[in-house]
């Protein structure tokens, strides 16, 4: 498969680069550690105003009408400059879905509100103890709408949203549903992270809501849900692949300057072989991610590519988090360097959407039955 970028996708990578670059200083980024929303508004404004919101929107609702893979691409820049704000969330989390399986209505009224920066759209992906594709929340027939019972676990910018998709199980099969946080029987507790983004544990009781609010007007077998979470999957991987590249390039640095016994660091076998194994880990996730998100951005089934490159953002990213810190010594424990950043995100998204283990059993169920 050809991974080369077309003459767009690298004007588009590169003004998202551009703009976090700018923004997402390390003094910017100590003075929003501060902020309990874990909201950079300035960039989001940027983002906005160069309608990177829109980039996987269609331009029927005012957006670029790009497709999934550059979406990654502007993820993987985000992840590169860990700056705080909800684009996994609003963009694969939120409006991806809609703009993929909505209905008309319901994308004119949730994404233009995403393009124009105003709207903060997120997914109730994830429970304690259940499978993502076969959630334990349930929906159940109340007249013309429907009553949603259960507990969402990690919801990121829960706080922010406008909206919220919930994946509920019913009677018949499965829907994902659009609700309104601030509804009636929605409760929001928060919960802290290891990369201090606030989730938010979603309890929902006996929320009532209409028959508009199931996306795309249909139930189904899980087949919706499964996409959203093969493409929520993928796009948080990217994330990662940005985390890690920059993380070795910030550690190669180092090693490169840093002297001991009058040699830099990156002359010692162990430090060198360090690297290397960092830098194959890398490739490994910005190769599988680029993949999986390749096939699904062409409408393939890519159950065991997104797998696969799941399994590398979390193995990988773990790897490379761990070797970036060891490498830097004492100094990756002091705040005001930016290595830790990189750490933290890694390992916040190596337990979203599935850790290292159980999704490579879920690859080995997948390979056996093939």
């Given at each position: 498969?050809?991974?080369?970028?077309?003459?767009?996708?690298?004007?588009?990578?590169?003004?998202?680069?551009?703009?976090?670059?700018?923004?997402?200083?390390?003094?910017?980024?100590?003075e929003l550690d501060a902020s309990d929303d874990w909201f950079d508004r300035e960039t989001w404004a940027e983002f906005a105003t160069a309608n990177l919101l829109g980039v996987a929107v269609p331009e029927a609702q005012g957006g670029?009408?790009?497709?999934?893979?550059?979406?990654?691409?502007?993820?993987?820049?985000?992840?590169?400059?860990?700056?705080?704000?909800?684009?996994?969330?609003?963009?694969?989390?939120?409006?991806?879905?809609?703009?993929?399986?909505?209905?008309?209505?319901?994308?004119?009224?949730?994404?233009?509100?995403?393009?124009?920066?105003?709207?903060?759209?997120?997914?109730?992906?994830?429970?304690?103890?259940?499978?993502?594709?076969?959630?334990?929340?349930?929906?159940?027939?109340?007249?013309?709408?429907?009553?949603?019972?259960?507990?969402?676990?990690?919801?990121?910018?829960?706080?922010?949203?406008?909206?919220?998709?919930?994946?509920?199980?019913?009677?018949?099969?499965?829907?994902?549903?659009?609700?309104?946080?601030?509804?009636?029987?929605?409760?929001?507790?928060?919960?802290?992270?290891?990369?201090?983004?606030?989730?938010f544990e979603v309890t929902l009781t006996d929320v009532q809501v209409g028959a508009d609010a199931l996306l795309g007007g249909t139930l189904d077998d899980g087949t919706t849900l499964r996409a959203i979470l093969d493409h929520a999957?993928?796009?948080?991987?990217?994330?990662?692949?940005?985390?890690?590249?920059?993380?070795?390039?910030?550690?190669?640095?180092?090693?490169?300057?840093?002297?001991?016994?009058?040699?830099?660091?990156a002359t010692f076998q162990a430090v060198g072989q360090r690297m290397a194994d960092s830098f194959i880990d890398t490739q490994g996730m910005h190769l599988t991610m680029l993949g999986a998100a390749s096939h699904l951005a062409l409408?393939?089934?890519?159950?065991?590519?997104?797998?696969?490159?799941?399994?590398?953002?979390?193995?990988?990213?773990?790897?490379?988090?761990?070797?970036?810190?060891?490498?830097?010594?004492?100094?990756?424990?002091?705040?005001?360097?930016?290595?830790?950043?990189?750490?933290?995100?890694?390992?916040?998204?190596?337990?979203?959407?599935?850790?290292?283990?159980?999704?490579?059993?879920?690859?080995?169920?997948?390979?056996?039955?093939?």
């Amino acid at each position: 498969m050809d991974f080369t970028l077309t003459d767009e996708q690298q004007a588009l990578q590169g003004l998202a680069a551009q703009i976090l670059t700018d923004k997402g200083t390390l003094l910017r980024l100590k003075e929003l550690d501060a902020s309990d929303d874990w909201f950079d508004r300035e960039t989001w404004a940027e983002f906005a105003t160069a309608n990177l919101l829109g980039v996987a929107v269609p331009e029927a609702q005012g957006g670029l009408g790009f497709g999934f893979l550059e979406l990654c691409l502007v993820l993987q820049e985000q992840g590169r400059r860990v700056v705080p704000m909800p684009l996994w969330a609003t963009l694969a989390a939120g409006a991806l879905p809609i703009a993929m399986f909505g209905t008309d209505a319901q994308r004119d009224a949730h994404l233009p509100g995403v393009v124009a920066g105003t709207t903060v759209l997120t997914g109730a992906l994830e429970e304690f103890g259940a499978d993502p594709e076969a959630p334990a929340t349930t929906a159940t027939r109340n007249g013309e709408g429907w009553t949603i019972t259960g507990v969402k676990a990690t919801v990121p910018a829960a706080h922010l949203a406008a909206a919220v998709l919930v994946p509920a199980t019913t009677p018949e099969v499965i829907g994902v549903f659009i609700v309104d946080p601030k509804a009636a029987g929605v409760t929001l507790g928060r919960q802290d992270t290891m990369s201090h983004e606030p989730r938010f544990e979603v309890t929902l009781t006996d929320v009532q809501v209409g028959a508009d609010a199931l996306l795309g007007g249909t139930l189904d077998d899980g087949t919706t849900l499964r996409a959203i979470l093969d493409h929520a999957t993928v796009a948080l991987c990217a994330v990662s692949a940005g985390c890690a590249q920059e993380a070795i390039r910030i550690a190669a640095e180092h090693v490169t300057n840093r002297k001991q016994f009058d040699r830099p660091l990156a002359t010692f076998q162990a430090v060198g072989q360090r690297m290397a194994d960092s830098f194959i880990d890398t490739q490994g996730m910005h190769l599988t991610m680029l993949g999986a998100a390749s096939h699904l951005a062409l409408g393939e089934a890519a159950r065991e590519e997104v797998a696969t490159a799941k399994y590398w953002a979390a193995e990988g990213g773990s790897r490379v988090g761990f070797a970036c810190l060891h490498v830097h010594g004492g100094i990756s424990i002091d705040v005001d360097y930016p290595i830790h950043r990189y750490f933290l995100w890694l390992k916040e998204n190596e337990f979203t959407l599935g850790a290292a283990t159980p999704t490579l059993a879920r690859l080995g169920r997948m390979l056996a039955a093939s």
